[in-house]
């Protein structure tokens, strides 16, 4: 177990005084944040500490750790040597493994007045689905998205689609995807109809949504149980499969994730599934005419929320945990949710964001930035369970066999459910 650290004679009057004041005792604080997708989102960080030191006096130092899964293991890694940072911004899906690991210090725990509580309650309800365990709150939205299609207007056109016309369901959507593909006179593809990702990190996301297409949830509340062999969950993964096998409109095998955004902008395939935080770059980038829209699903469109939550940890002092929190109430006001929002595509995380001038008139010029938004009331959690690294990659690794035609849907979702069950079976109550 990580054992905070204790706070001596000095430590005995800080804890005697306002939340406030304990906060301004502290001057620098580290936290790990994952830059997973293109754009600018470290400059975008890094102006964001540099206001904030600006204004009230602490440094706030942003460590850049890779994408989502390795900023996981620094993070977890720099705690357990006693070097780790006070907080860090990794993906809500975590939030039963990083309890499993006893690091986490709760919200309730760091201290809560209504006016915190108030500001707790008016995040959107989905985006805190990961946030709630024990009776406690253990996270913060921040980098919050859902995955939404990016679509090539003018390939639609050629193929003769409509281009302000999407498919809302899976059928028409394989149609539509069968007819984007593209090949030269040798009869080699030149532009795909679709990509979606099934690297190590990404499988479990994209499958999560084509579940719930299907009306299928894969894991219980409690993160102790798995539903991967349902004759639904298997509905899904076939769909995936057949989107090679029966429309020829996707590769056999794995698309990557890093990948998708350079094929989609080079024009090597129509349509991609990717996260709405990469919207302002490919907004930036794209040299076509691009549409965004909801996922497609077996009888209308679902989707999956994911991304990142602000995390605070055991390690740091009650003074740190303070200063922590209150950084993570500045940076999620609506006023720079609204800017993360226009300048990442990253949804942002309160309403109140939306009421802003600023953002009510990006989305007036870009309407494309309220797409995501739309499709939150069918958005199902991010797979989350305990050992969830491990269960994601049991998943990974028949979702990839799948897809590689090595193994069945219905095999790779049987081999996919007893390997979790084991793994799982230690969290499970008698």
């Known amino acids: 177990m990580i054992r905070r650290r204790h706070v001596l004679a000095a430590g005995a009057s800080l804890l005697a005084a306002p939340a406030v004041l304990r906060a301004q005792t502290v001057q620098k604080l580290t936290f790990y944040y994952p830059v997973a997708v293109g754009g600018p989102l470290a400059a975008i960080m890094d102006g964001y500490c540099k206001a904030y030191q600006q204004e009230s006096g602490v440094a706030v130092e942003a460590v850049y750790a890779g994408d989502y899964s390795q900023a996981l293991i620094k993070a977890t890694t720099a705690i357990k040597a006693g070097t780790g940072p006070q907080f860090a911004v990794l993906l809500a899906a975590e939030m039963h493994s990083l309890q499993d690991q006893e690091i986490l210090v709760s919200l309730d725990e760091i201290g809560l007045d209504a006016d915190a509580r108030k500001w707790l309650d008016g995040f959107y309800p989905a985006f805190l689905a990961n946030s709630h365990a024990e009776g406690k709150t253990w996270s913060v939205p921040f980098q919050r998205s859902t995955a939404i299609f990016y679509y090539n207007k003018a390939a639609f056109a050629e193929a003769g689609l409509e281009p302000e016309k999407f498919p809302t369901t899976w059928a028409d959507l394989g149609a539509a995807a069968e007819k984007l593909v593209k090949r030269d006179a040798s009869g080699k593809v030149t532009r795909w109809g679709i990509k979606m990702a099934a690297d190590l990190g990404n499988a479990q996301w994209t499958f999560g949504a084509l579940a719930n297409q299907a009306e299928h949830t894969l894991m219980n509340e409690a993160g102790t149980v798995v539903y991967f062999n349902h004759p639904k969950a298997i509905e899904a993964m076939?769909?995936?499969?057949?989107?090679?096998?029966?429309?020829?409109?996707?590769?056999?095998?794995?698309?990557?994730?890093?990948?998708?955004?350079?094929?989609?902008?080079?024009?090597?395939?129509?349509?991609?599934?990717?996260?709405?935080?990469?919207?302002?770059?490919?907004?930036?980038?794209?040299?076509?005419?691009?549409?965004?829209?909801?996922?497609?699903?077996k009888a209308s469109p679902h989707t999956v929320v994911g991304g990142g939550n602000i995390y605070f940890f055991k390690n740091a002092s009650p003074a740190e945990r303070q200063a922590a929190l209150k950084f993570a109430r500045w940076v999620s006001a609506p006023e720079r949710a609204a800017d993360w929002s226009i300048r990442t595509g990253y949804i942002a995380t309160s309403p109140a964001a939306y009421d802003t001038p600023a953002l009510k008139e990006y989305i007036a010029k870009f309407p494309a930035a309220n797409v995501a938004r739309t499709f939150l009331p069918v958005a199902t959690g991010e797979l989350s369970t305990f050992e969830n690294q491990r269960v994601y990659k049991v998943l990974t690794d028949n979702i990839q066999a799948c897809l590689n035609g090595t193994k069945s849907p219905g095999q790779a979702m049987a081999d996919s459910q007893s390997e979790a069950d084991r793994i799982l079976r230690p969290f499970q109550k008698a």
Do not use: M
Not at 248 to 272: K, R, V
Not at 273 to 279: D, E, K, M, V
């Open 238 to 297: 076939a769909y995936w499969r057949g989107l090679a096998t029966q429309y020829h409109a996707t590769p056999e095998g794995i698309s990557a994730w890093p990948q998708l955004p350079a094929d989609f902008l080079e024009g090597n395939t129509a349509i991609i599934q990717h996260t709405t935080g990469n919207l302002t770059n490919l907004r930036d980038k794209a040299s076509f005419p691009f549409g965004v829209a909801g996922l497609a699903g």
